[in-house]
């Protein structure tokens, strides 16, 4: 099976930093892409980041140039640096793995496994 576990969400001020992180327990050996997502109240779930397994990155135009996504092999965890922080980008960000459809990297949320996500908030 495959369980995810978000952390690192807390309330920053607006142009600040967090670094959210994503442990990743993975017995089936089989998941090959990685992604961000945030939904905020009253919102759809929209991609933010994403990564495949030899390192290729997708990013979400609102978050190019402030977010970035890696991923510590050794250690399975996912992360997501997040500079610049706005207000709006206020949401609960969830960690996705195991796309459904073809291999890469996506911001499709056609993802099988989800953690219970960690929650940021910006203020102003």
């Known amino acids: 099976q495959v369980q995810l576990v978000e952390s690192g969400g807390e309330s920053v001020q607006a142009g600040g930093s967090l670094r959210l992180s994503c442990a990743i327990s993975?017995?089936?050996?089989?998941?090959?892409?990685w992604a961000w997502f945030r939904q905020a109240p009253g919102k759809q779930r929209e991609g933010v980041a994403a990564?495949?397994?030899?390192?290729?990155?997708l990013y979400a135009d609102s978050v190019k140039g402030r977010f970035t996504i890696s991923r510590d092999n050794a250690k399975n965890m996912l992360y997501l640096q997040m500079n610049s922080l706005k207000p709006e980008e206020t949401a609960m960000y969830y960690c996705?793995?195991?796309?459904?459809?073809?291999?890469?990297?996506?911001?499709?949320?056609?993802?099988?496994?989800w953690g219970q996500g960690t929650q940021v908030t910006v203020s102003s």
């Open positions: 993975d017995s089936t050996g089989v998941t090959v892409s």
């Open positions: 996705a793995t195991g796309f459904r459809g073809a291999p890469g990297a996506r911001l499709d949320p056609a993802y099988a496994y």
């Open positions: 990564m495949d397994y030899v390192g290729t990155t």
